[in-house]
């Protein structure tokens, strides 16, 4: 079953079928008007992105295949459309997930089927390649394509004529293929599992879309894109907003799920800090690890579940830091960690030396008294016996 659908609404369907974007239809003349285009799509201006809208700026218009690689997760889809965009043509772009559909349906689904020509072909189905007449047909995970189906692909993408299943009359097909897989190819043709010939005639043009963490520099533009897209939903929306410092936490990260991880800690911000400002320590503790925040910690203080209950005042043994801290060989600490549960005992000891006298422990600390019961509070310390 196809749908309707505009960009970027239809991540997870197996099958899809965009119209162009309002606004970009007709010829596309120029790269700038391309590029115009697929800036909707591709969002960044990283030295990465930059490279990879200009080769889809000049490839565009061309009828020539192209093969999208990249792990999952980096956005191949959206390069599928922004592909379609800058190719000016008037069809539609049909998007198909390969490893979506059982392989005993796909040879049908892709090229339609007359009505008996098998047990329950009630009637004729238009494939998905007719529908991509005039447009962009779109396989992803075409890795995962049974060898049998890729020589009818080969024939089809040689001859642009396609028969449907039970049928008689060939008909003429003009679309432009657009394939996208997260594995090597080339290791599915050394085992037998895809075919040369075919790997051959779709990889005339091979576009490699970056990993999320070979352009860090995007992020902002990235979550600021995530906001636009959520106000446009609910102009209500109370939307969280990352500081400097969150924005330099985020960059550092390795980003394994690329994008769509970036979109997972974006959902949890608006649920977690919605119409609030959100600090690298609310990303590290709260959003990368999915941790309800404290109203302390929604504030910048550190994860009051790590600090409470440790130190002398839970009747623990010395910290094993305080002891000496074996810093050879492949020996790792967390440097904030050790400095944080230091000044936890510390405050702690102070506290039962001074049989919880507030002000006693803050002149035996040297520090103000208000400045203490901030440090309490912050690390969720109480006086003994409270």
Known sequence: MTQQWTPRTADSLPVSRSARNEGMGGDVGTVSARAGGIDTFLIGTSPAMR??????????????????????????????????????????????????IPAD???????GHEKGAFTGAERRRIGY???????????????????????????VLEARQVQRLGGSETLSVDFRLVTATHQ???????EGKFREDLFHRINTFPLTVPRLAERAQDIGAILEHMMDQRLRRDPRARLPQFDQAALRFLECQPWTGNVRELRSVFDRACV????RTVGAAQVEHNLLTFAVPSDRYAQGAEDAGEMAGTGASAGLDPLPHLQGVDLSGDAKINLRTYLRDIEVEMIERAL???????????????????TLIEKMKKLCIRKPGA
């Not at 390649?129 to 024939?155: C, H, N, W, Y």
């Open 272 to 275: 977690l800090f919605a119409g």
């Open 105 to 111: 349906l796909l040879e049908s689904e892709l090229f």
């Open 51 to 100: 490279g990879l809208k200009d080769l889809i700026a000049l490839v565009g218009p061309s009828d020539a295949p192209v093969m999208v690689r990249g792990e999952t997760g980096t956005g191949k889809e959206l390069v599928a459309e922004a592909l379609h965009v800058a190719s000016g043509r008037s069809g539609a772009l049909v998007a198909v997930n390969c490893a979506a």
């Open 129 to 155: 390649v007719e529908q991509a007449a005039g447009g962009t047909l779109f396989l992803d995970e075409i890795g995962d394509m049974p060898l049998a189906l890729q020589s009818k692909l080969l024939r």
């Open 352 to 370: 039962l030396a001074q049989d919880g006298c507030v002000s006693q422990t803050a002149r035996v600390l040297g520090l103000q008294r208000t």
């Open 184 to 190: 090597s190819l080339e290791a599915r043709v050394r």
